[in-house]
Each structure stands twice: as structure tokens, then as C-alpha cells.
């Protein structure tokens, strides 16, 4: 078939799946956020799309395929969503966390429009994205994730000497959202839609 994923005595190619390893570099944002590595990062799951041809052959519009770590592999969480290598190269994208409902993804990454559009429901979570673009048949696609929005756990307060006790009378977050979007176009590249939610916290 045109997918391969057929072999001629009629049995699947289960060699030719899709499938993916994940990683995360290092970033200021571990400190506070939920993800500070790759093994947190496997702690959950993440949702995929790829395009073959630039139409959308991975994932739904609505769904992206979910992907959970075990056994030391990400492995399909729902084996109705695995795919197969079809004889072209195929562009992915990925986003961490996985959710059932509310993400939204382009039926085609040849047009100007979101390839992605990542909405953070609950505004308590780190969110990270990925892309690999223009991949051939392999074993495992490498993902590397990024921040795209992150969680604050808690503010430090660095002062010189050691002696010194400091009582905060006031935490001001200033131009910040609870919740936003994240945009992803075809490059693979990152912007974010109108926050909603402003929030501006006082602590005594």
C-alpha cells in the first residue's frame, strides 16, 4: 500500500512505525516550572501531528496522536492512532502536555495558517513544543522540546549578606496571564495568541 505498511504475505510492517524519542534542554525555567529534564518531561504524555505531502496523516484536526513513556520508550497510547512511514518525507509536530480536547491542528502545513494551536486549559503547567521537519523513514524521530509557557512555583530572593533577614511585604506579577495560546507554524516556529485571565497578585 501506499503507506507501507502492508508487506506482501499481508501481515503489518510493525518495523515501519512512526515513532519518536524526546529530549528537553536545560532552561532557566526548571527551577520553578514542572519539567527541569527529559525525565520529567516522560513523567507525562505528549500529542503528535505529522504531515505527508503537507496534508495531515498523523493526528486529527482536533486530536494529536498521544504519546506515553514506558518500558523506556514513548509507545502510541491508543493503538488505533499508530501510523505507518509512507514513501515520502513527513514534517511533526509535538506539544507537551497531552489533551484529549481543545487543541486545534491544520488539515495542511502549506498555507500561512497555524500549523498548531496549543491552548493552555488549566494555566498551571509548564507547556513545551517541538518540531522535526522533513524527516525520512528512521527508527525513532528525535523531538526536542522547548518552553513555551512556564509554571511559577515559587520566587527567590538573593540578597549579599548572609546576616541579613528580609521580610517581603509585597509580589507584584505585572503583565501577566493564567492562560494563553500557543501558535505554531509550519517552520515550526512559536508565537502566542491574546492571554486571557490577567492577573495581577499581591502577597503580604
Request: glycine residues 6%.
Amino acid at each position: 500500500s501506499c503507506t507501507s505498511e502492508i508487506i506482501e504475505d499481508g501481515f503489518v510492517d510493525k518495523s515501519n512505525t512512526i515513532s519518536f524519542n524526546s529530549s528537553t534542554p536545560k532552561s532557566r525555567a526548571y527551577t520553578s516550572g514542572d519539567v527541569a529534564n527529559t525525565a520529567n518531561l516522560q513523567e507525562g504524555n505528549f500529542g503528535v501531528v505529522g504531515y505527508s505531502n503537507n496534508a495531515l496523516y498523523l493526528g486529527t484536526t482536533s486530536k494529536a496522536a498521544e504519546q506515553t513513556y514506558a518500558d523506556g520508550n514513548w509507545k502510541y497510547a491508543n493503538a488505533d492512532e499508530i501510523r505507518y512511514w509512507p514513501n515520502n518525507n513527513m514534517d511533526f509536530y509535538a506539544y507537551f502536555p497531552f489533551a484529549e480536547t481543545g487543541d486545534v491542528f491544520a488539515a495542511a502545513n502549506n498555507t500561512s495558517d497555524n500549523v498548531m494551536t496549543i491552548t493552555n486549559n488549566t494555566g498551571n503547567q509548564d507547556v513545551l513544543f517541538a518540531s522535526a521537519l522533513d524527516q525520512a523513514r528512521q527508527d525513532r524521530v528525535d523531538l526536542q522540546f522547548h518552553h513555551a509557557f512556564s509554571k511559577i512555583k515559587g520566587i527567590n530572593i538573593q540578597i549579599q549578606n548572609k546576616d541579613v533577614t528580609v521580610e517581603v511585604k509585597k509580589v507584584e506579577l505585572i503583565n501577566t496571564f493564567t492562560k494563553g495560546k500557543v501558535l505554531v507554524d509550519k517552520d515550526g516556529k512559536a508565537s502566542y495568541g491574546t492571554g486571557t485571565e490577567h492577573r495581577t497578585e499581591h502577597r503580604a
